[in-house]
């Protein structure tokens, strides 16, 4: 049986139970690789910051270890992979974020969820000094795998793509009872509503989401847009002061995924128009929640959702004024898209994770 360990990239909760992008997607792949309990391969897992040493690894029957030396030390001195090496002694390591410090006497695998930092010069040095020493690349969708190759030129043989799941446990359609529960605890007034999640970070445009809602909502008394939005800048706050105070316009914390999945449910139509996505787990998740989704004709967004997405021009306001007239007057078949969804699946994930692993040390 071989040994592979994986490190826990953000599956740390944060102390109100945040977790990004990539821990979400870690957490679900460990879950999962541990559901399979393959009979070939063991897996261990290490997470780091001085946190890792209270976490209990949400109570999962593998081996955890902490490793709580800074990073700026830990990544200077080479320290963290020789904990790697010769503490935990792996016949695989999976470095499941972008990029890291690695030592060219490791065997490892990495996951590149996307290229968007590449062409800074730190992340730059890093990513290619990963990609290079690295056994083999796994990625999420052929759009990031053809970026990997351009950029980096690395060999295409070299890139695996397994696309990623979502936990269809969680997300679903959510009755009409736990709808109207959660808009009386979120204050939504409104029962036509639109939604967007996932707006912090400024490539995913969300104040022209805003300034396109200002102009449709101009004249109906009877709609309003609901946004997951953790720290909104000053300038958002100030700029739509009126609709904030009106309930027109709702920014919200932060929402638990079981929340997250009753918003969807309940919107007229989900809006995230990025200019540049790995993947795009929101979208995919209103789906499966049986809400059409109004995104951009960029990066992987048309791979992963094909036609079963409206496209809008990035940064037009025009184009999502025009998508919430459509969603505002008309309904859509939330069978089809629950369907499109369901071969996303984290079991699926795994299943093809465990291919890889095995195609290294085997």
Known sequence: MKNVLIKGSGI???????INGIGRSNVELIKSLID??????????????KRSLSFDCYSWPIEYHAYPLPHKLSSKLYLESLYRRICLKPDLFHLTENFDQVSKKENFVVTIHDMW????????????????????????????????????????DKVTVIPWGISHDIFHPKSVKEVEECRKKYCI????????????????????????????????GDVSLVMAWG????????????????????????????????????????????????????LL?????????????????????????RYVVEKQIDGIVCNMGYFYENSVNKKELIDYVKPFSWHNTALQYINFY????F
Do not use: W
């Open 189 to 220: 007034k409104t029962s036509k509503y639109f939604f967007s999640c996932s707006c912090s970070a400024p490539r995913k445009n969300a104040k022209f989401i805003i300034a396109a809602f200002r102009e449709f909502a101009r004249d109906k």
């Open 358 to 361: 095995k195609s290294v040390l």
């Open 117 to 156: 930092q590449y062409g800074e010069d730190g992340p730059t040095r890093m990513f290619d000094k990963v990609a290079r020493l690295s056994k083999a690349i796994v990625t999420c969708s052929e759009f990031t795998k053809n970026d990997i190759i351009e950029n980096m030129h690395i060999s295409p």
């Open 36 to 49: 399979l309990n393959d009979q070939d391969i063991k897996f261990s897992v290490y997470c780091t910051t």
């Open 231 to 282: 720290n909104p800048p000053m300038e958002i706050l100030k700029e739509y002061k009126e609709e904030i105070a009106s309930g027109k316009l709702r920014l919200l914390q932060f929402v638990p995924d079981e929340d997250l999945a009753t918003l969807y449910t309940g919107a007229l139509a989900s809006f995230y128009v990025s200019s540049f996505e790995g993947f795009g787990f929101p």
């Open 285 to 309: 998740e209103s789906m499966a929640c049986g809400t059409p989704v109004v995104t951009c004709s960029n990066s992987s967004l048309p791979e992963i959702l094909g036609g079963y997405a």
């Open 12 to 18: 740390i909760p944060t102390p109100n139970g945040y």
